[in-house]
């Protein structure tokens, strides 16, 4: 059974006495290390976490500017990339021009920090460095307050939108600022002045925390603790939007994100942060590796994941996501570069090398691990409705007449996505489906009933007879390759066609069906088969957003919201049933 001892050892304070205590007393560095090891290996305590037989996990939303999850004490890190404005009157040509567009001419160190403004005699027309908070957030958000600004270095920061300055609490390094998001949308934070010595002492490490949550801060918590509440109970956190790994353009280690960096939106959160997340809920973290990685990357990312992740804890491993998806640049570049290793002709060559850079993957992680390679779940996924394709990626012949063995040994796990729709969103069932929208409860009957058994609309695909035949036929293929089978994502997929003409009114429609209590038994029934076709750890998609046109990815609509539907039957399926696998 797993347990928390790794964080109760490993504390700072705990762990830094005690070191250098036992080397006070003779005892060497290697001596405690193997010690450690072996207290937690060994060590059995009666406390049990949240997560500790729970069969789901889920995916974390990216941290976009409309994202209601607000995972982080330091609200600075999901801030927008710094932009070029100029609200002063320095200048007369651009007074008043909110963005100049000429980002790619501010001086950022390597962090993302604003090194310098330009004179009023440079050629640039900005005068100032600004960013924004809270963007696109609904107004009913608990999110207005006031908030602590700290910051290091010389300079002046200024505030709006729906910032204001409280100047008689304020103090060099430490603004106090109200937000009250029902005057605007969104809050700026703008450097007008910095380093104004020229000392290099310029505006840095911008901090904006809740003032209730101020102590938390300063004793180093990084995590807001009603979003830890909010995603407790789930086994495994998969990162891919956290990671920002569709059209990823991470290559080289050196540049990857750091817990330095000014904000998290730029490059994606750094694994550092990841890792203790991880530890800190003790969930299995499932990372996706950029799709342009070098082996440099990988074997860097691999070291410190197992330098770092409590030694309890398995970690899931994908290379990219959906390489198959011509929506992201992953799918087009494993094209190009499966026709330059294989040859123009060869149509399928994104699927055969996309198994073949995940194999590759996959042995340099379980090799950095050494003896704990067992921790390591490689995934190689399939793009679920094309059956046969998977044969590409799980074979790859094209590898194999190389002299590799097949992609798919040495993998773990075999990953498909669990999603239902009815195909409500289909384009060819939108009349049927607009019949529905005015016929209140007895139109979300019909709905409800085509989710589930289908049989109502021209296009009758996706229901919930229809997933568990998916389910089987790959159960099935996991089986004769000796795999276990899992989803990446999974859950409703309820989205109006984008070329709907009625786009608007499907889309509040299909919102409607998200937030219906039937939901939750239809949640429930998807889980309960995908666990009588054997599948094993099942990644709901995703953990909380909004609602919008383009999907209610969210089992939350918002960290503050208290349940749902979606949300509740998670929770309950968890609490009914304990993860069935072996080993699990």
């Not at 405690?32 to 406390?47: C, E, F, H, N, V």
């Not at 669990?418 to 384009?427: A, E, K, R, V």
Request: hydrophobic share 35%.
């Amino acid at each position: 059974m797993r347990n928390s001892i790794f964080s109760k050892l490993y504390s700072k304070k705990i762990f830094l006495f005690s070191f250098l205590f036992l080397i006070g007393i003779g005892i060497t560095v290697s001596e405690i290390i193997d010690s450690s090891q072996d207290r937690i290996k060994g060590a059995t305590l009666s406390q049990t976490q949240p997560n500790d037989q729970s069969p789901l996990g889920i995916n974390l939303n990216g941290l976009g500017s409309a994202s209601t999850q607000f995972p982080f004490i330091d609200y600075f890190k999901r801030a927008h990339p710094w932009f070029t404005s100029c609200q002063s009157q320095k200048t007369s040509d651009c007074r008043g021009v909110w963005d100049t567009k000429e980002a790619e001419k501010l001086d950022l160190d390597e962090q993302g920090w604003v090194k310098s403004l330009p004179k009023p005699e440079d050629p640039p027309r900005y005068t100032q460095a600004a960013t924004t908070l809270f963007k696109d957030i609904p107004k009913d958000i608990p999110i207005s307050g006031q908030y602590i600004v700290l910051y290091d270095g010389e300079g002046t920061l200024d505030y709006g939108l729906a910032a204001k300055k409280d100047s008689t609490l304020s103090k060099p390094g430490r603004d106090v600022i109200t937000i009250d998001l029902s005057k605007s949308n969104g809050a700026s934070v703008i450097i007008s002045e910095t380093d104004p010595n020229q000392t290099g002492n310029y505006i840095r490490n911008i901090r904006v925390i809740k003032q209730e949550d101020e102590a938390r801060y300063q004793n180093g918590e990084q995590f807001n603790p009603i979003f830890l509440e909010k995603i407790k109970k789930f086994r495994s956190l998969r990162f891919m939007d956290w990671m920002q790994t569709n059209h990823s353009s991470q290559k080289e280690w050196k540049n990857r994100p750091t817990p330095a960096d000014a904000t998290y939106r730029r490059s994606g959160v750094p694994l550092e942060v990841m890792i203790t997340l991880s530890n800190q809920i003790y969930a299995e973290p499932w990372f996706n590796i950029p799709h342009q990685a070098t082996d440099e990357y990988i074997r860097n990312f691999a070291a410190m994941v197992k330098a770092e992740l409590n030694p309890n804890l398995k970690v899931y491993v994908e290379f990219s996501n959906e390489v198959w998806n011509w929506n992201f640049k992953q799918t087009r570049y494993a094209l190009e570069q499966g026709q330059a290793r294989w040859g123009k002709d060869k149509q399928d060559a994104f699927r055969q090398w996309y198994g073949m850079r995940t194999a590759q993957m996959c042995e340099i992680w379980k090799r950095e691990f050494g003896n704990q390679a067992n921790r390591v779940i490689c995934v190689i996924s399939t793009q679920t409705n094309s059956g046969g394709a998977e044969s590409k990626i799980l074979d790859c012949p094209y590898w194999v007449n190389e002299g590799n063995k097949p992609c798919y040994q040495g993998m773990d796990a075999y990953a498909i996505a669990g999603y239902f729709s009815g195909s409500l969103g289909d384009l060819k069932n939108s009349s049927t489906v607009e019949s529905w929208l005015n016929q209140g409860e007895t139109g979300i009957n019909q709905a409800f009933q085509q989710l589930n058994k289908g049989g109502l609309l021209p296009k009758d695909k996706d229901n919930l007879i229809d997933n568990y035949e998916t389910f089987l036929y790959h159960a099935k293929v996991a089986k004769a390759k000796g795999l276990q089978l899992v989803a990446y994502e999974g859950g409703q997929h309820l989205v109006a066609h984008r070329k709907d003409p009625n786009k608007e009114e499907v889309t509040d429609f299909l919102i409607q069906l998200n937030r219906s209590p039937q939901m939750y038994n239809t949640y429930l029934q998807l889980l309960e088969d995908w666990k009588q076709a054997e599948g094993t750890v099942f990644m709901h998609f995703t953990d909380i957003s909004i609602p919008t046109k383009y999907g209610s990815w969210g089992a939350l609509e918002s960290v503050y919201q208290p349940t749902s539907p979606k949300y509740k039957a998670l929770e309950d399926f968890i609490d009914q049933n304990p993860c069935w696998w072996e080993g699990c």
